[in-house]
T-cell receptor, first 109, second 113 residues
C-alpha cells in the first residue's frame, strides 16, 4: 500500500529551528509537497520538491532525497504563529496526492 | 481573485440521512478534489473531477459520490449517513489537477448524530 510517515507531534522553542521528517512509500513519485494547517483553517501550500536537494522559501526550507524516499521541512527562527499542523504529501503515478497524517508543531515561548 | 468557497460551513445530520456539499473553485481552475479529514488523520482522498468527469477516485464506499458542473463548481453527496462520516470535508481546486499546489476551501464540518 501507499503510506507516508511523519511524527505526530514536535515541540520547539520560539526563535529556534525545527525539522519535520517525512518518509514515503508510494506507487510512482511526482514530487513531495508540504502544507500548513492552522487549527480550524484550511491547508495552505508551503513548498514542493521534485528533485533531490534543498529548496528555500524565506524561513522555510524543504529537502528531498529520492533514493532514501525521505524528505524534511525545516523551519527557522520559529514564531508563535508557526504553531500549526504540517502535512507532507506525495503525488503518485495517478497524479493523486497521498497525504501523511500530519505533524502538530507546538511552539513554547 | 476570490478563493475556494464551500457551503455550508457546518452541518448536523442524523444517521441514515443524506447530505450534499458544494464547492466553488477559483475562477479558471478546472480541477476539483474532495478530501475527508478526521482528527489525527491526514487528508483522505475522495475523488477528483476535471471538466465534468471523475478522473480519480479514492477508497471510499459507493455512498460517497460527486459531480462537477460546466462552470467547474462541484458537489459531493453522501447517502445513508453513518456516525463515522462525521468529519471535515475539504475541497481543493487547481488549474489542471496536475499541480502540487492545490488551493483549499475552508471546509464543511459534518456531524452525524
Amino acid at each position: 500500500g501507499q503510506s507516508l510517515e511523519q511524527p505526530s507531534e514536535v515541540t520547539a522553542v520560539e526563535g529556534a529551528i525545527v525539522q519535520i521528517n517525512c518518509t514515503y512509500q508510494t506507487s510512482g513519485f511526482y514530487g513531495l509537497s508540504w502544507y500548513q494547517q492552522h487549527d480550524g483553517g484550511a491547508p495552505t501550500f508551503l513548498s514542493y520538491n521534485a528533485l533531490d536537494g534543498l529548496e528555500e522559501t524565506g524561513r522555510f526550507s524543504s529537502f528531498l532525497s529520492r533514493s532514501d524516499s525521505y524528505g524534511y521541512l525545516l523551519l527557522q527562527e520559529l514564531q508563535m504563529k508557526d504553531s500549526a499542523s504540517y502535512f507532507c504529501a506525495v503525488m503518485d503515478s495517478n497524479y493523486q496526492l497521498i497525504w501523511g497524517a500530519g505533524t502538530k508543531l507546538i511552539i513554547k515561548p | 481573485k476570490a478563493g475556494v468557497t464551500q457551503t455550508p460551513r457546518y452541518l448536523i445530520k442524523t444517521r441514515g440521512q443524506q447530505v450534499t456539499l458544494s464547492c466553488s473553485p477559483i475562477s479558471g481552475h478546472r480541477s476539483v478534489s474532495w478530501y475527508q479529514q478526521t482528527p489525527g488523520q491526514g487528508l483522505q482522498f475522495l475523488f477528483e473531477y476535471f471538466s465534468e468527469t471523475q478522473r480519480n477516485k479514492g477508497n471510499f464506499p459507493g455512498r460517497f459520490s460527486g459531480r462537477q458542473f460546466s462552470n467547474s463548481r462541484s458537489e459531493m453527496n453522501v447517502s445513508t449517513l453513518e456516525l463515522g462520516d462525521s468529519a471535515l470535508y475539504l475541497c481543493a481546486s487547481s488549474l489542471d489537477g496536475r499541480s502540487h499546489e492545490q488551493y483549499f476551501g475552508p471546509g464543511t464540518r459534518l456531524t452525524v448524530t
